[in-house]
T-cell receptor
Framework: GAVVSQHPSWVICKSGTSVKIECRSL??????MFWYRQFPKQSLMLMAT?????????EQGVEKDKFLINHASLTLSTLTVTSAHPEDSSFYIC???????????FGPGTRLTVL | RKEVEQDPGPFNVPEGATVAFNCTYS??????FFWYRQDCRKEPKLLMS???SGNEDGRFTAQLNRASQYISLLIRDSKLSDSATYLC?????????FGQGTELSVKP
């Protein structure tokens, strides 16, 4: 149990385009989902916390107009990187937390390369 | 100062060796603590939670010292398959804060 999927697993896009990444909890309901970014040789950095049906809470330094997060249902959250630039190239990972337990389950990640 | 700091790596050890990772955290209000393992180009996976009394899972032993804000992970009889990056993770309340990770390479 407790499986989280992400789609796509990798994407290459041109500078200036927008990319949408989906995060789904497959066998549980996730009231809270988290979006992380990881650059090479660095740790995971929390970008934002999203709660179902409400606006996401962004970490300091993360542009909310650039990284649009939607958590419309208890099993799906999306991250849209708008007007992507090469410096946005990174490994984006989501996690989902069930109501009650403190454990987060991680998706397999999405590798974004912006040319 | 980073919220979670780990030993710099990489650690290169022979099979069968015992290896210890250290971690310190800055937020004294932190409530829960974990060690995660991350393989190259993969998502992190929970290795074990860390409890104040210390806990063991097979070859892995985790310790927590709240007074010193220090967490450790000991791996005994290391295997080739233990090669990965080990992430110290702290929950100060509602979210996970990751250390930069320590890379472990176990050689035959």
């Amino acid at each position: 149990g407790a499986v989280v999927s992400q789609h796509p697993s990798w994407v290459i896009c041109k500078s200036g385009t927008s990319v949408k990444i989906e995060c789904r909890s497959l066998d549980f309901q996730a009231t809270t989902m988290f979006w992380y970014r990881q650059f090479p040789k660095q740790s995971l950095m929390l970008m934002a916390t999203s709660n179902e049906g409400s606006k996401a809470t962004y970490e300091q330094g993360v542009e909310k107009d650039k990284f649009l997060i939607n958590h419309a249902s208890l099993t799906l959250s999306t991250l849209t990187v708008t007007s992507a630039h090469p410096e946005d190239s990174s490994f984006y990972i989501c996690s989902a937390r069930e109501t009650g337990p403190d454990t987060q389950y991680f998706g397999p990640g999405t590798r974004l390369t912006v040319l | 100062r980073k919220e979670v700091e780990q030993d710099p790596g990489p650690f290169n050890v022979p099979e069968g060796a015992t290896v210890a990772f250290n971690c310190t955290y800055s937020n004294s209000a932190s409530q829960s603590f974990f060690w995660y393992r991350q393989d190259c180009r993969k998502e992190p996976k929970l290795l074990m939670s860390v409890y104040s009394s210390g806990n063991e899972d097979g070859r892995f032993t985790a310790q927590l010292n709240r007074a010193s804000q220090y967490i450790s992970l000991l791996i005994r009889d290391s295997k080739l398959s233990d090669s990965a990056t080990y992430l110290c993770v702290v929950n100060p309340g509602g979210k996970l804060i990751f250390g930069q990770g320590t890379e472990l390479s176990v050689k035959p």
